[in-house]
């Protein structure tokens, strides 16, 4: 599972190293003669595409590749969907998980915080009920009601 840009190099080296004709090179290494001669070629809004797709990636957080397609056709661009999610591998890009309504992280624009308690020294609701608790976290059974 080798690349054809790949194959192309190889194919390239066989000939310069070893002198082999590039037919039988090609032959040999399994690279069809067309593919060796062709030259790959780039589109040349590739570098604008590019920048759009991480700028819509980073203002709308929790969009993938085929909501982002949209917009760049809202916005203009003849693209398809293979195309962004070939530049959104590439660029290295990916949707956070979801996270629960209750306790997420981020606000609405994507951004993230931290949840932090409101009072550090407020004790939990569980430790109200100490009394019936010993030092060692073992619930204390058939406590005498004079005691309590």
């Known amino acids: 599972m080798v ?6 190099a190889c194919v390239e080296h066989v000939v ?3 002198g082999m004709s590039e037919r039988k090179a090609c032959a040999v290494l ?6 060796q001669r062709k030259a790959p070629g780039g589109s040349d809004d590739e ?8 700028k819509l990636a980073k203002r ?3 969009y993938g590749y085929r909501r982002i397609t949209a917009l760049l056709r809202d916005a203009g661009w003849a693209v398809n969907r293979k195309r ?3 530049i959104w591998r590439r660029e290295g890009l990916k949707v956070p ?5 209750r306790g997420r ?7 993230c915080i931290r949840l932090r308690p409101e009072r550090a020294s407020r004790s939990p609701s569980w430790v109200r009920g100490a009394a019936s608790w010993t030092a060692c976290s073992r619930r204390m059974r058939g406590v005498p009601a004079a005691s309590v």
């Open 97 to 101: 998980q979801r996270q629960p309504k």
């Open 47 to 54: 570098a604008a595409l590019t920048a759009d797709i991480v």
């Open 84 to 86: 962004v999610e070939r």
């Open 105 to 111: 992280l981020w606000l609405a624009d994507g951004s």
């Open 60 to 62: 709308y957080g929790r």
């Open 30 to 35: 399994g690279q069809h003669r067309s593919t």
């Open 3 to 8: 690349s054809p840009a790949r194959r192309r």
């Open 16 to 18: 310069r190293g070893l």
